[in-house]
T-cell receptor
């Protein structure tokens, strides 16, 4: 158990629907990252939050949004779902209190597998 | 645009072989390079490298960074079937963003 908790583990839904994926970071970690991994693809960075604020944005579609709450858990909202959104969605967290290079390691959750039919 | 390229894309070896996985990068304001192993699910952390020329070692795995030529290698000696996985390289830039390569899929045959 990495300490990063993601729910749900699996989700099957239909095109056009909306889903919410949830992530609780490791205790003490302030930063949360969301990644998308499609079949045989690398990890595509979506968005990062640090202590409740958006820090960096990657290739996140406008149909997707995220937030980090005061208790540091994060949610990724995916709407108007398309077949191509089927993927494994990972959340990762890091401490980021110390900004020296090499101080932060990303710790991943087990992922949420989304299937859009 | 920041980029991480891993090679080879896939590799099949026999138990006992030694493998070298490559990761090259172009990143604005490099902070660190990380190696992960991904089996069925979540990537698990292997190494973090920040300084050029210093080897990190853990059992049969080792890794080194060359931040002049902008690459890193991950070596696995005396491979075992349990080493079969996708190995991911990621580079952290000054914006605390981690850019991942597409990975090298390693299959070790008994």
């Amino acid at each position: 158990d990495s300490g990063v908790t993601q729910t749900p583990k699996h989700l099957i839904t239909a095109t056009g629907q909306r889903v919410t994926l949830r992530c609780s970071p490791r205790s003490g970690d302030l930063s949360v990252y969301w990644y998308q991994q499609s079949l045989d693809q690398g990890l595509q960075f979506l968005i990062q939050y640090y202590n409740g604020e958006e820090r960096a944005k990657g290739n996140i579609l406008e149909r997707f949004s995220a937030q980090q709450f005061p208790d540091l858990h994060s949610e990724l909202n995916l709407s108007s779902l398309e077949l191509g959104d089927s993927a494994l969605y990972f959340c990762a967290s890091s401490v980021e209190r110390d900004r020296s290079p090499g101080a932060n390691v990303l710790t991943f959750g087990a992922g949420s597998r989304l299937t859009v039919l | 645009e920041d980029k991480v390229v891993q090679s080879p894309l896939s590799l099949v070896v026999h138990e006992g072989d030694t493998v070298t996985l490559n990761c090259s990068y172009e990143v604005t304001n490099f902070r660190s390079l990380l190696w992960y192993k991904q089996e069925k699910k979540a990537p698990t952390f292997l190494f973090m490298l920040t300084s050029s020329g210093i080897e990190k070692k853990s059992g049969r795995l080792s890794s080194i960074l060359d931040n002049k030529e902008l690459f890193s290698i991950l070596n696995i000696t005396a491979t075992q079937t349990g080493d079969s996985a996708v190995y991911l390289c990621a580079v952290e830039n000054r914006s605390y963003k981690y850019i991942f390569g597409t990975g090298t899929r390693l299959k070790v045959l008994a």
